[in-house]
């Protein structure tokens, strides 16, 4: 069975300064990993995937995140983060491509930008 | 771009009523999914449909029922509601292997 492992509920970060969402997982098998931003009020929006390729993923609104398979890590990064970027930010993983059955999420972690 | 559609926003219910939660989706996606969202538990996958009249339990199933009669539109209904299913709901769809799209998502409280 997979599982998701978002480390922190809560990120506090100044506006203009970098930040690091941490995301780790367990799965047997070969796995496809996202993140998902969620705005207040909203739907979730997907921010980037790992389905193969490069283990360096761009997504949108400047975010990028590296899947690490020996460290089973898929940590999200934004260099430089705006008042803008406050969400609630989930990590989710799947065995199959993530649309066969569905994700399995992490509880999420609600970064918070300071002025 | 997708759109995925919960027909409300809020609802209201009381406790042992029987309550119908609507998604449709316009982008003739097989997959269609519902979640539900819980401060300090993320997202659990309640049910999901691969193709018309098909259904599948994920991990929280219980208390839950599901229709798909058109490949559009997902049901998921509690056939007498409680307290405890009181959260935020979150329908998805998907084409084959894509990624998920969502929902706004329908707040639910069963008095």
């Known amino acids: 069975a997979q599982s998701v492992t978002q480390l922190d509920s809560q990120v506090p970060v100044f506006e203009e300064a970098p930040v690091e969402l941490r995301c780790n997982y367990s799965?047997?098998?070969?796995?496809?990993l996202f993140w998902y931003v969620q705005y207040p009020n909203q739907g979730l929006q997907l921010l980037l995937k790992y389905l193969s390729g490069s283990t360096l993923v761009k997504g949108i609104n400047g975010f990028e995140a590296e899947f690490n398979k020996s460290q089973t890590s898929f940590h999200l990064r934004k260099p430089s983060v705006h008042i803008s970027d406050t969400a609630e930010y989930f990590c989710?993983?799947?065995?199959?491509?993530?649309?066969?059955?569905?994700?399995?999420f992490g509880k999420g972690t609600h970064l918070i930008i300071q002025p | 771009d997708v759109k995925v559609t919960q027909s409300s926003r809020y609802l209201v219910k009381r406790t042992g009523e029987k309550v119908f939660l609507e998604c449709v989706q316009d982008m003739d996606h097989e997959n269609m999914f519902w979640y539900r969202q819980d401060p300090g538990l993320g997202l659990r996958l309640i049910y999901f449909?691969?193709?018309?009249?098909?259904?599948e339990k994920g991990d929280i199933p219980e208390g839950y029922s599901v229709s798909r009669e058109k490949k559009e539109r997902f049901s998921l209904i509690l056939e007498s509601a409680s307290t405890n299913q009181t959260s935020m709901y979150l329908c998805?769809?998907?084409?084959?292997?894509?990624?998920?799209?969502f929902g706004n998502g329908t707040r639910l409280t069963v008095t």
């Open positions: 998805a769809s998907s084409l084959r292997s894509s990624p998920l799209h």
């Open positions: 799965s047997s098998v070969s796995v496809y």
């Open positions: 449909s691969y193709d018309v009249k098909m259904k």
């Open positions: 989710a993983v799947s065995d199959g491509g993530g649309g066969a059955d569905g994700l399995t």
